[in-house]
C-alpha cells in the first residue's frame, strides 16, 4: 500500500472513530453550521464548516509541511464533505 493509500485508509479510521464518539460526521457538521450562524450571525452551511476546516488543515501544513496528520485530517474532511454534499 503506498503513502497516498495510507492516508486515505487512516482518514476513514478516523471517521469511523469519531462517528463513534460524537455521532453521524454530516449531522455532527450540520451542527456546528447552525451554532456557527448564530456566532456569525449569517448563515452557515455544513459544507462550508468543512471547506473552514480544510483551510485551517491548509494553513497548518504551510508552517508543516510534513505533519502526515494534517493531510490525513484533509482527506478526511474531504470525506465528510461528499457526505454533507449528499444530505
Do not use: F
Not at 464548516?49 to 509541511?65: F, G, H
Request: with cysteine.
Amino acid at each position: 500500500m503506498g503513502v497516498g493509500s495510507e492516508a486515505l485508509r487512516k482518514a476513514a479510521e478516523v471517521i469511523e472513530e469519531r462517528g463513534a464518539e460524537y455521532g453521524d460526521a454530516s449531522t455532527n457538521t450540520q451542527r456546528i453550521a447552525d451554532m456557527w450562524s448564530v456566532i456569525l450571525k449569517t448563515e452557515v452551511a455544513a459544507e462550508n464548516v468543512v471547506l473552514c476546516m480544510i483551510a485551517v488543515k491548509i494553513s497548518r501544513l504551510i508552517e508543516s509541511p510534513k505533519h502526515e496528520d494534517s493531510a490525513v485530517d484533509i482527506a478526511g474532511y474531504a470525506a465528510v464533505l461528499r457526505e454533507c454534499q449528499e444530505k
